[in-house]
């Protein structure tokens, strides 16, 4: 439900950021309406990123991957980035084969993949600043 929820918002955010330019002068206050817009009974503050690490419990890269990824979400804790972790071996993602993957939308909707070694600052520098490449 939780993913259905960021999907639409998702959605909504780029549709009004492709209309931007056009729309009527109250473009800015129609994006801020939709961002208070009630979604599964839940308040929607803020549309921030949304970084989510895909692993299985059986790869020697991920345990290596674990540790540093726990240690990037305390440290932004209050920064208002959504993380969310994916067991690949329950719910299977579609077009996710290699473990650990580390994927993130962005505000604006664009995809991001962490392409870095298993390092604390390396991770969160690009968790908080992102290089967004076309994925």
């Not at 009630?38 to 895909?54: A, D, H, P, Q, S």
Request: charged fraction near 20%; hydrophobic fraction near 45%; charge should be positive.
């Amino acid at each position: 439900m939780y993913r259905v929820a960021c999907a639409v918002v998702i959605l909504v955010v780029i549709i009004a950021a492709v209309h931007r330019g056009r729309l009527s002068c109250n473009c800015k206050a129609a994006t801020a309406a939709v961002k208070e817009q009630l979604i599964g009974g839940k308040k929607m503050i803020n549309l921030n990123r949304v970084v989510t690490y895909y692993y299985t419990n059986w790869c020697p890269h991920c345990k290596v991957m674990r540790s540093i990824w726990d240690q990037v979400v305390v440290a932004c804790e209050g920064s208002g980035i959504v993380f969310e972790e994916s067991d690949e071996e329950i719910n299977k993602t579609p077009g996710i084969s290699g473990f650990p993957t580390i994927l993130m939308i962005t505000e604006t909707g664009a995809r991001a993949k962490y392409d870095g070694v298993p390092d604390f600052k390396k991770l969160r520098d690009w968790v908080v600043s992102p290089i967004v490449r076309r994925i």
